[in-house]
């Protein structure tokens, strides 16, 4: 049995290496083939082995063809074509790996990585303009469609009665923002200093990685830096899925036991009217303070606004399923088409892959300094565990405050109290992407 | 002493700085450090003044349009609903904790 396959692949190398010898008398033909395809003639059988075997992976991988474009159109250099590649769908593999053993996202993770597989495929051109990654791109990335879309579910499916309850934790939210621009220095600083060549655009499209919210960080890519597009999404999804992971050891080194001990006075009842006109008076002062982030914070509320508003049940059941489910199939895809080997490897994906892990940590330390801070003053005590929720990153740094909480009283039930700074993190990363957006205008 | 170190920084952060040839080139930190203190500031301003509203609102909402005694029927059959809920789901997150711990 061995011995066959050995005879196989020993007569594909034979066959690879004619090919190899053949592509300079070939290549002259090349140019008027297209002609030759209407009027078809007569080759010799071996002739045609030979065409067809021209047109093989294994040939495009060992020869690259020097005509071959990169899909925004550019030359790419041949390591781009062969190695790169292999080693780029070996990437994907391990996204794969990341997202089935070990659950790291796997909603987004597993279309991030097949559109990778597949935009890595030589000679068929998938993410291209005509293949139908470019058109998925084309169709709802470039225009920042899908975050837009996916914002939509994830604000029919949240609940702000947490945050009602307790509105002054919402600040937390607001200090978790810091890694967004504490980040945007660094990058800023790491320019300065000659390692790499980032744009003041290029860096507050990374630095948005700390916002801990996935659409927001595409949402603002596609608008500031599309060629870091790929390297950022995966960052920012494979980060979010690394909280609870990251975020405890920064949360245990900033407390003392007896805080993390805390118990927080138990959440008021929240009428159904303040959460209906909640997200109009969000909106409204959106379009007062910053109108720049209404897309986002638009979009948010109106999926929010459906559900609270409690008579579309059928909007809102479409809006938290169907929708989203399909918009963040075409999002994994459109993202994937940018894990193309020309543009993922790069010196700069290895610096964002670092900034956008600082920027997590530097938001999960901000938050729970926040919350010390806040207990300075008087009023309800705030249990500083708390104060890590305020990344985005719905519901599972809220959760991971609570697992942390429980550890050291497994009475003390964080979960709902951490919601609120949880959401204020969404409206607050909204609107630090719409400061940048504004910025660059 | 204290002069020493202004000037120092002043070097490290001037609007200008010269890069190794001769080109001037503006300075990028300085240019994140004002990035982070609009962002910051926009970012904290708005959640404040969205803390006041809330306030206020809840206020305004609690004097005038108190929740209805006499409609309790469906409220009130929908709230212990979602209490239950909770409860439900404490209760089986300590168990499960319990469980794994």
Redesign the interface.
């Known amino acids: 049995m061995k011995f066959i396959v050995l005879k196989l692949l020993a007569l594909f190398m034979v066959f690879s290496f004619t090919t190899l010898s053949a592509n300079e008398a070939h290549s002259s033909e090349g140019a008027n083939s297209a002609h030759k395809e209407e009027t078809y003639q007569t080759k010799p059988f071996m002739e045609m082995i030979g065409g067809f075997l021209e047109s093989t992976g294994i040939s495009a991988f060992i020869s690259p063809n020097p005509n071959e474009l990169s899909a925004t159109g550019e030359k790419m250099s041949d390591f781009h074509k062969s190695g790169g590649r292999i080693i780029m769908i070996l990437v994907t593999f391990f996204l794969f790996w990341l997202g089935i053993r070990k659950g790291f996202e796997p909603l987004l993770l597993l279309p991030i990585a097949f559109g990778g597989l597949l935009a890595n495929i030589p000679v068929a051109g998938i993410a291209g303009p005509d293949g139908f990654l470019g058109v998925i791109y084309q169709m709802g990335l470039s225009n920042e469609m899908f975050p837009i879309i996916i914002f939509m579910g994830v604000g029919a499916m949240t609940d702000f009665g947490p ?2 309850s307790n ?2 934790t ?2 937390l ?2 200090a978790a ?2 890694g ?3 980040t ?2 660094g ?3 790491l ?2 200093a000659g390692f790499v060549d980032f744009t ?1 655009q290029q ?2 499209a990374i630095s948005i990685i700390g916002g801990a919210d996935g659409p927001t960080s595409i949402f603002i890519a596609t608008k500031l830096a599309p060629e870091l597009l790929g390297a950022i999404a995966v960052a920012s999804y494979s980060y979010m899925a690394m909280v609870p992971i990251i975020q405890p050891p920064i949360m245990k080194a900033l407390t003392t036991e007896a805080e993390r001990k805390m118990k927080m006075t138990t959440l008021r ?6 959460k209906l ?2 997200p109009i ?2 909106l409204t ?2 379009i007062l ?2 109108p720049e982030s209404t897309p986002l914070i638009g979009a948010f509320m109106f999926g929010n606004f459906l559900k609270e508003s409690g008579v579309v049940e059928r909007l809102n059941d479409t809006l938290q399923n169907a929708l989203i489910n399909i918009t963040t199939i075409f999002l994994g895809l459109g993202v994937g088409s940018k894990l193309a080997a020309d543009q993922f490897l790069v010196p700069e994906t290895m610096f964002i892959m670092v900034l956008g892990i600082v920027a997590f940590s530097v938001g999960t330390a901000a938050g729970v300094l926040m919350a010390k801070f806040m207990n300075l003053f008087p009023g309800h005590k705030i249990n500083p565990l708390i104060g890590s929720a305020g990344v985005s990153a719905v519901p599972m740094a809220a959760r991971v405050s609570n697992k942390v909480g ?1 550890e050291y009283d ?1 009475t003390n ?1 964080l ?2 109290h951490a919601m609120g700074p949880n959401v ?1 993190g969404v ?2 990363s909204a ?2 992407a ?3 957006i504004s ?1 660059f205008k | 002493m204290r002069k020493l170190f202004f000037k120092h920084l002043y070097t490290i952060l001037s609007p200008q700085i010269m890069n190794k040839g001769n080109l001037m080139e503006t300075n990028l930190v300085i240019e994140g450090f004002k990035f982070m203190g609009l962002g910051m500031g926009t970012v904290f301003l708005f959640l404040v003044v969205m803390i006041f509203s809330m306030n206020l609102m809840s206020y305004i909402i609690h004097k005038f349009f108190p929740e209805p005694e006499a409609t309790v029927a469906p409220t009130s059959s929908a709230a212990p609903q979602q209490d239950n809920k909770t409860v439900i789901a404490a209760i089986t997150a300590a168990i499960k904790h319990h469980r794994e711990g």
């Open positions: 945050l009602l509105p002054k919402a600040l939210g607001g923002q810091f967004i621009f504490g945007l220095v990058a800023v600083a320019h300065q003041l860096a507050s009842h929240v009428s159904r009217l303040e006109i909640f008076m969000v002062l959106a303070v910053l429980m497994r039930m979960l709902m204020a409206i607050g609107v630090a719409g400061v940048l910025l």
